[in-house]
Structure formats: C-alpha cells, structure tokens
C-alpha cells in the first residue's frame, strides 16, 4: 500500500501562483512516473501533467507554459508549480504514482482560483 502526503493547496486570485507537493512512501517499488491529476465540481478527473522516471514531462493542452512538475527519484516526491492561474484550474487535485501494482492516489487536495 502506498501513502501520500500531498501540501500546498489553498485559495488563491485570478494571476496567481500555487506549488502543490507530494511525497509517497510504502510500497512504492520503482516507480515508473509520477503526475498531478485534478477534479472540477460535475466534471470527471483529468491529467493535468506527468514526469516519467527519466524525468520527461508531459502536460494537459490547457497548462502548457503556466504549470511546470518536477520530482525527486530519491525522496519519492513530486510537485506542481503552477503559475498564472485561472478560475478554470479551480479543483481538487490528486497526486498519483504508477508501478508495477498499477497506479496509486493520494487523498487529494483543494485549490481554488477566485477573486
């Protein structure tokens, strides 16, 4: 079983930034990519950005150039930096890892954009 302690989100304007941070710990085994998912009220989960082992990045279409993930092989840690941010990143957002058990979620966290 994997565990997740997942900081960073909160309430923040229009413009704004937030970093979003994850560590796993458990039964991690060799982690094959490590990612951010997110959830907006009456919609489904979607990919926001994921970084493979190697350290090679991919993001959703709607934060390329604002959101950048980055991840720490040996801490087994994640994070999100997001910048300029919209009311339409408004969700809880799930760190997530996949291994050779499948793929592992954390509990989820709260950011809000708004003015």
């Known amino acids: 079983q994997v565990q997740f302690v997942e900081s960073g989100g909160g309430l923040v304007q229009p413009g704004g930034s937030l970093r979003l941070s994850c560590a796993a710990s458990?039964?991690?085994?060799?982690?094959?990519?490590m990612g951010w998912y997110r959830q907006a009220p009456g919609k489904q989960r979607e990919l926001v950005a994921i970084?493979?082992?190697?350290?090679?990045?991919n993001y959703a279409d709607s934060v390329k150039g604002r959101f950048t993930i980055s991840r720490d092989n040996a801490k087994n840690t994640v994070s999100l930096q997001m910048n300029s941010l919209k009311p339409e990143d408004t969700g809880v957002y799930f760190c997530?890892?996949?291994?050779?058990?499948?793929?592992?979620w954390g509990q989820g966290t709260q950011v809000t954009v708004s003015s």
């Open positions: 997530s890892i996949m291994n050779r058990n499948g793929r592992s």
């Open positions: 458990g039964s991690i085994f060799s982690i094959y990519n």
């Open positions: 970084i493979s082992s190697g350290g090679s990045p």
